[in-house]
């Protein structure tokens, strides 16, 4: 069993930064992915950015070059830091936790975080 501890989601006018942080706790395996989702009201979960244990991390298109996750190995701890934030970028970012390297399995099939708050003011 895994757990995963989001937090450092709030409000934000837009152009600030937010960080937010997942913990995972318990049987964590050598091969894992940890992500970050978000999702808007009335939308579906999207990929924002994922950490894999065995390549390079990955950062979705639509926030790429504003957004970059990092991961503290010793703490089981990845980060999303969150630059000039949107209006748009508003919405739940969850975190996601699988013991596998596919990015699919471990949507379907993962842990997931309760999800932490991130709301941007125009």
């Known amino acids: 069993q895994v757990q995963l501890v989001e937090s450092g989601g709030g409000l934000v006018a837009a152009g600030g930064s937010l960080r937010l942080s997942c913990a995972a706790s318990g049987e964590i395996r050598t091969i894992n992915i940890m992500a970050w989702y978000r999702q808007a009201p009335g939308s579906q979960r999207e990929f924002v950015a994922g950490f894999p244990t065995t390549r390079n991390p990955t950062v979705a298109d639509s926030v790429r070059g504003r957004f970059s996750i990092s991961k503290d190995n010793a703490k089981n701890t990845i980060y999303l830091q969150m630059n000039s934030l949107k209006p748009d970028d508003t919405g739940v970012y969850y975190c996601?936790?699988?013991?596998?390297?596919?990015?699919?399995?471990?949507?379907?099939?993962?842990?997931w975080g309760r999800g932490t708050q991130v709301t941007v003011s125009s």
């Open positions: 996601n936790y699988g013991p596998v390297n596919n990015y699919d399995w471990v949507r379907e099939h993962g842990t």
